[in-house]
């Protein structure tokens, strides 16, 4: 790795941190010697990058730090066009749109050298199996979350029973050919996960459930984790 693309990196490392990062642990990842991320170190706070450190604890970086965007690594616009493929091909139209729109946007600004990696990808997302349709308005659920308010729906559930239930939208998680609304349930007094396709009918109701949304989410994040028996990324 050359010496730029190190200290490229050790930004990085020190920005998808939520804690102090040691020199130990940056020298495992970057597979140098702990002189030398003392050295890299130096040298970025030399260049003015705002990174604390205090021995025993690790390095920080500072929250409002930017750099110029798009400074990609090649395996990171891979990254960004598989993914957004996968969306394309999967999501609903304006989740799909906002993809392509993605990828163009990237292929413009990014230099010349870079573009092959877009254009050429060496990986590529199957083309999907067949989806089930849903049976909400996507996009305007996805308003409704952010929103903070309630959904009276219809539901069919595997055995064919039906039943009608207002829910409080949390998260929308994507499968191969389904998609689950994961909400909290009134009539049950807890977390359920939807599956679109079954849903009848919905009303997108102006009431709002009165939690603020990162509360609901954490909530949810841990019935899940704790019905599931796995930890969310």
């Not at 039906?162 to 977390?191: D, H, K, Q």
Request: glycine share 6%; net charge positive.
């Amino acid at each position: 790795m050359r010496r730029a693309d190190r200290l490229f990196q050790i930004i990085q490392i020190l920005r998808r941190s939520g804690s102090p990062v040691t020199a130990g642990a940056l020298a495992a990842e970057l597979e140098v010697s702990k002189r030398s991320v003392y050295r890299d170190v130096a040298d970025l706070i030399g260049q003015r990058v705002p990174i604390r450190g205090e021995a025993g604890l690790g390095y920080v970086l500072e929250r409002d730090f930017d750099m110029p965007p798009l400074m990609l690594t090649p395996a990171e616009l891979e990254a960004a066009v598989l993914g957004a493929q996968w969306v394309a091909e999967r999501s609903d139209a304006e989740l799909a749109s906002a993809a392509r729109d993605l990828v163009a946007k990237i292929a413009a600004v990014v230099p010349e050298r870079l573009r092959p990696f877009i254009a050429e990808p060496t990986i590529g997302a199957p083309p999907p199996m067949s989806a089930a349709v849903d049976g909400l308005d996507m996009a305007r659920t996805r308003a409704w979350i952010r929103s903070g308010r309630k959904i009276h729906i219809r539901y069919r559930d595997d055995h064919g029973r039906e039943s009608e239930r207002t829910i409080w939208p949390v998260v929308i998680g994507y499968a191969e050919t389904v998609r689950l609304l994961a909400a909290w349930c009134e009539l049950r007094s807890t977390f359920r996960h939807f599956r679109t396709d079954r849903i009848l009918a919905a009303e997108f109701l102006d009431e709002p459930h009165g939690v603020p949304q990162s509360n609901l989410r954490a909530r949810w994040r841990r019935h899940f984790e704790a019905e599931r028996g796995v930890r969310l990324p």
